[in-house]
């Protein structure tokens, strides 16, 4: 030990722990999704990378989420953050072996207005991006006929572009990727607790690093507390549950439906979106009630993944309400032309929201920046915000 070294100078913290690092270019706080595929695409650029995060393993959002890349019902600016994404989630599944399907998805349409939606962003993207299919092709694929006196579609769309990826698998396996590359550390079980240029404080000790990136999703407020205030970032928490995929479902891609269009940009950009939600206030007020996306998504083992509802709030309650649960599952079995699904898991996911715009990029003293995505496509934009932040494409957003 060099004893001439003062304990401060080496990064010893008060209680003489020595953080186990060296500086790095680029040190990311967070292992979910966002945070990694930064550090991925930083390894791609040749960049020396740590990421510090404070659980075992990933558990916040990137593993609680449907594993859907909603690349074609962006909008806008995100729209082209969704196609790099794209590129970037197959570039890296190829690199480490994440399972990653170009299975696209199914937005079924169960009322003329519906389909009308689909059709108006068809006429907006083109048919190659936006494929319109009959009631008989999505009963094909989705199973089906559906029971009497339920809503039976009247035809709906075939996103080819959309991604599949495995929520469980995917950012633990990226984790494991980087982990076996030069240059790259990863800390587990270490919470940062502060950060400043060149510098992050965390419960190992300082670490240094020339580039510091906070992608901490909801807890932003735990460190910044004035920056997510800034941006009104609130927790949004979602009811979910995995299923047994009924037998007649043949398909790898998502399954979206009316309630789906009320809630990407895409699809609410549409003339008809107006008339859509004052129908579905008609029809489904229950759902509204509960902020419904009702979709579902295939794991790799067969099993469906069902949900989901939306309620905002600064501190997320941990209580999962049942009736909410039984809803999304009664309008998934309808969707899919069953009685009942058979439920092997139910949990709650939480992300970070703001209704004053769908990311968070602030610059909170030079070299450091906060990242977040305050919309719940940070699985569909993560890959694609990664390379506008190393590209210096992504503009601060306060
Ligand atoms: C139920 C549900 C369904 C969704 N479905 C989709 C979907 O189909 N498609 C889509 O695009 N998006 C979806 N989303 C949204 C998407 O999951 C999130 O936008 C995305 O995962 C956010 O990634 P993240 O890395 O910012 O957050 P997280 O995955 O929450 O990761 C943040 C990490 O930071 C760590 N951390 C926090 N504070 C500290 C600290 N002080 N020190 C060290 N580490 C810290 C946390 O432990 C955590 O691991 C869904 C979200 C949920 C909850």
């Not at 966002?34 to 990421?51: D, F, M």
């Not at 319109?132 to 769309?157: S, Y």
């Not at 030069?182 to 300082?206: I, K, M, N």
Request: aromatic content about 4%; glycine content about 10%.
């Amino acid at each position: 030990m060099d004893t001439a070294t003062p304990s401060r100078e080496r990064g010893v913290d008060d209680l003489g722990r020595e953080p186990p690092n060296g500086s790095s270019d680029v040190l990311i706080v967070g292992a979910g999704i966002v945070g990694l595929a930064h550090a991925y695409e930083a390894v791609r650029r040749g960049q020396s990378v740590t990421v510090v995060e404070r659980d075992h393993e990933p558990v916040g959002a990137s593993v609680r989420n449907f594993g859907h890349c909603c690349v074609t019902a962006q909008h806008g600016d995100l729209l082209e953050t969704a196609y790099a994404s794209r590129a970037g989630w197959l570039h890296a599944a190829e690199a480490t072996g994440m399972w990653a399907r170009e299975a696209g998805a199914y937005v079924v349409a169960r009322s003329p207005v519906e389909l009308a939606v689909l059709e108006e962003l068809r006429a907006e993207r083109g048919g190659d991006s936006v494929r319109l299919c009959t009631a008989a092709q999505l009963a094909e694929a989705l199973g089906g006929p559906d029971p009497d006196g339920r809503r039976p579609a009247v035809g709906g769309a075939f996103l080819p572009d959309d991604l599949r990826v495995n929520p469980r698998t995917a950012a633990p396996a990226l984790a494991e990727w980087l982990s076996g590359q030069p240059g790259v550390q990863l800390h587990w079980g270490t919470a940062v607790t502060g950060a400043e240029s060149g510098t992050v404080h965390t419960t190992r000790g300082t670490f240094t690093a020339a580039r510091v990136l906070l992608c901490v999703g909801h807890d932003l407020d735990r460190l910044f507390p004035q920056a997510a205030e800034d941006h009104g970032v609130e927790r949004c928490r979602l009811t979910m549950a995995r299923v047994t995929a009924p037998e007649s479902l043949r398909t790898e891609a998502a399954v979206l439906t009316g309630t789906s269009m009320l809630r990407y940009d895409g699809f609410t950009a549409q003339p008809s979106a107006t008339a859509l939600r004052t129908e579905t206030t008609e029809h489904s007020p229950e759902l509204l009630d509960i902020g419904a996306n009702v979709m579902c998504t295939a794991l790799p083992d067969g099993t469906l993944l069902v949900g989901d509802s939306h309620s905002y709030a600064p501190t997320a309650s941990p209580f999962v309400d049942e009736g909410a649960a039984q809803l999304l599952l009664d309008a998934t079995a309808e969707l899919l032309g069953v009685d009942t699904l058979r439920v092997r898991e139910r949990w709650q996911g939480v992300y970070a929201s703001s209704a004053r715009g769908p990311l968070l990029v602030r610059d909170l003293a030079p070299g450091v920046r906060a990242l977040a995505v305050t919309s719940g496509i940070g699985m569909t934009l993560s890959f694609g915000l990664a390379a506008a932040t190393f590209d210096g494409a992504l503009q601060p957003t306060h």
